[in-house]
């Protein structure tokens, strides 16, 4: 679909001709479409009406003069399915459908969006419950409310070229209108060059809309407002080609908490699919996500104004000591470093200020040289002069009209005149976000400077930027793609014995412990040839939670031992109905470190993926765990170990030896392997403990779980 759409989509787009049908919306959407500019042919249909916003009305799709380019559809949910096989029959470029009641509302809905994506056929369709599109460089919008315009400004591309006011800039696709149409409306010279409400998703979802924009080049950058993907393994082959042509994609991902999924559900029908997971598909691909619009629209000013960013060592030049220092404390949250001047700058700068002011990053030039241009200049650009890899004017502008305005003004000049002088990335960045106007704004986006709007929210999406430019660095534009499953149904699922599902682990390389399985009777003889300690466990894939039914014993040091174990937990199984036929008796793995949970899970959008968390008792006691798409790197399984807060237990903690992390890694690259090759199959599995011993002494899988689909 994917593929076939993007290549459509160029029509739809960009239309020579548009086809309104319906009411007062179709009515509301044609005057939207002419504030833009649109100089194509524009075609109302009604039944009874004779115009529409002045043109004249065509009773009927059949009735237009030739199929039109792009279509809004402002009818009820069943003249919509209607009005739309009517439109694909006739070889329409696409539709938009705004009409509600569709998969949202339920199974009934669902049975009429089941129709209507068989109405659409093979046209391009956007809906349906959504407001549409708005295309700001071809001037043409399907779109029936007000959205905002781009604010007037010419400017300066990130390789110092004259860039034309509508030349380029960022693309949105929201799933909600609303959200669509309010972050058009922004006021952070966030140049738009699309704005597309994605609604249901019924036939085209946010993978084919992105395809579709990468193929524009002047889309510098997408953000996408979500709250579920239609199709994740289409998402996933837009993102990585976004990633190789260097559009990076930001996302606001919503449907965290189980209110927020249960309000998803409700609006658009959608899957918000595991929270985690998103998380590790982001990583994985390089997608950027943001937790707010306000950074959403900030990160993507950003990325679409500034060259692609060196790093994070940034210099901070302030008149005020305050904001130097709320500087200090807020650029480590941002992992943002502050080195040092080098000797030379050092010395030019305290020859500048004496007494005045204490040359160090953060800096502050306090207000000796305010209102002196010159001098400015002069201590800007030798602050400039270092190897930072971006400088960041903290500065307010003044709201009140007054002539000593001019001052503040001869500082963001001298800033400038550094900037052209040095090099440098240059940022302006305001404490509080509506201290920048739009003149002001204007004047630096002119001059190859970037706004930034709010301490926290300009800094944060710095970071987010430089994040993703070390990230194509790191990977030179390809990633390894997360594989995806077919449905299983886990009503259907066989679980293994424990037995069963340590000897398959260990036919992909996991250590387990020397056992062996036998009646109540063989129990001491073969405790006997383990050697002693050893643990006895009721065996059977009845026996799921065997701590629960009293099905286990520890430390048992005799055979004597053994065999009294035997007869307590056939009589605690018992008392929960079940027989204990077969017993497993292991070695006692002891002197551990710490013990992890390892296990794949298999989620209704990803299918199968591996979690790693603390484990043993701590399992339900700490929230202590992290997620990753399969296939997977030992880099990548490492860095998710130390990220963990047991992992200050595998480092040693106390004096306690350290872990066995190698071991540990090796395990978990185990479990993967196995998952990978039991992929279509696997629903469940789960080795916890995974027990950590000192460094040079492996790891062992005290217990293990596998359920397999039928």
Not at 64 to 88: F, H, K
Not at 155 to 181: F, K, T, Y
Not at 245 to 268: D, N
């Amino acid at each position: 679909m994917v593929q076939t759409c993007s290549q459509k989509l160029g029509r739809f787009f960009a239309p020579g001709s548009i086809a309104f049908v319906g009411g007062d919306i179709a009515e509301m959407s044609i005057h939207r479409c002419l504030e833009m500019g649109f100089q194509g042919r524009i075609w109302p249909v009604h039944p009874s009406r004779e115009t529409l916003a002045g043109y004249h009305c065509y009773a009927s799709v059949e009735d237009l003069p030739q199929a039109p380019d792009a279509a809004y559809v402002g009818v009820n949910r069943e003249q919509t399915i209607t009005v739309v096989e009517q439109l694909s029959m006739a070889g329409a470029g696409g539709c938009v459908c705004y009409a509600a009641g569709f998969s949202e509302m339920g199974e009934e809905g669902h049975v009429f969006q089941d129709r209507l994506v068989a109405a659409a056929g093979d046209m391009p369709l956007i809906g349906p419950n959504t407001f549409g599109f708005v295309n700001y460089l071809e001037k043409c919008a399907l779109w029936p409310y007000l959205f905002g315009t781009n604010e007037t400004v010419a400017r300066q591309l990130p390789d110092g070229s004259a860039g034309a006011e509508a030349g380029r800039g960022v693309a949105i696709i929201s799933q909600s209108g609303n959200i669509a149409m309010n972050l058009s409306m922004n006021t952070r010279s966030v140049h738009l060059t699309h704005v597309i409400g994605t609604g249901n998703q019924a036939v085209l979802g946010a993978a084919d809309l992105v395809e579709a924009l990468l193929q524009d080049d002047r889309v510098s950058a997408i953000g996408i407002y979500v709250e579920g993907f239609r199709d994740i393994e289409a998402f996933c082959h837009a993102a990585a080609n976004a990633l190789r042509k260097g559009v990076p994609i930001v996302v606001l991902k919503v449907g965290k908490t189980e209110a927020s999924a249960r309000q998803v559900g409700s609006h658009t029908s959608s899957l918000t699919g595991s929270d985690e997971l998103h998380d590790a598909l982001f990583e994985r691909l390089g997608v950027i996500r943001v937790d707010s619009l306000d950074r959403l629209l900030e990160t993507l000013k950003v990325l679409d104004l500034a060259p692609p960013l060196r790093g994070r060592n940034v210099l901070s030049l302030s008149c005020s000591g305050g904001e130097a220092a709320i500087m200090a404390d807020l650029a480590p949250l941002y992992d943002l470093q502050m080195p040092a001047f080098t000797e030379e700058q050092a010395a030019a700068l305290d020859s500048m200020f004496g007494d005045f002011g204490t040359v160090s990053n953060p800096f502050d030039y306090n207000t000796q040289i305010w209102g002196n241009q010159p001098a400015q200049e002069q201590c800007f650009t030798t602050a400039m002069s270092g190897a930072h890899d971006a400088a960041l004017l903290i500065y307010d502008h003044p709201t009140v009209d007054s002539p000593e305005v001019d001052e503040w003004v001869m500082t963001l000049d001298a800033f400038i005149a550094a900037h052209n002088r040095t090099g440098v990335p240059a940022f302006v960045l305001c404490t509080i976000s509506e201290l920048l106007t739009t003149p002001v704004r204007e004047h630096l986006i002119r001059n190859g400077v970037v706004p930034l709007q709010g301490f926290d929210d300009g800094l944060y999406a710095y970071s987010m930027a430089a994040r993703y430019h070390e990230f194509r660095a790191r990977t030179g534009s390809e990633v390894e793609l997360p594989r995806f499953a077919g449905e299983v149904n886990p009503g259907d699922t066989r679980f293994l014995s424990e037995w069963d599902s340590k000897q398959r682990l260990a036919d992909s390389g996991l250590p387990v412990p020397r056992g062996s399985i036998g009646t109540i009777d063989e129990l001491p003889s073969l405790a006997d040839d383990l050697g002693y300690p050893v643990v006895l466990k009721a065996v059977g894939p009845e026996f799921l939670h065997k701590s629960e039914l009293g099905a286990v014993a520890l430390k048992l040091n005799d055979a004597a031992q053994v065999a009294g174990a035997a007869q307590e937990i056939s009589v605690a199984v018992a008392g929960h109905g079940l027989q204990a036929q077969q017993f497993l008796v292991e070695q006692m793995v002891g002197d551990t470190v710490g013990e992890l949970i390892v296990g794949i899970k298999r989620d209704e959008q990803f299918g199968p993926a591996l979690v790693i968390g603390a484990g043993g008792i701590l399992v339900e006691l700490v929230a202590d765990s992290v997620s990753l798409l399969l296939p997977t790197r030992r880099e990548s399984v490492r860095s998710a170990i130390e990220g963990l807060s047991v992992a200050t237990l595998l480092r040693g903690f106390r004096g306690r030896p350290a872990g066995d992390i190698e071991a540990t890694v090796d395990a978990v690259m185990a479990i993967a392997e196995y998952a990978l090759a039991n992929w279509e199959q696997l629903v469940e599995l789960d080795v916890n403990p995974l027990m950590v011993l000192p460094a040079g002494q492996g790891v062992v899988a005290a217990d293990a779980l596998i359920g397999l689909g039928v």
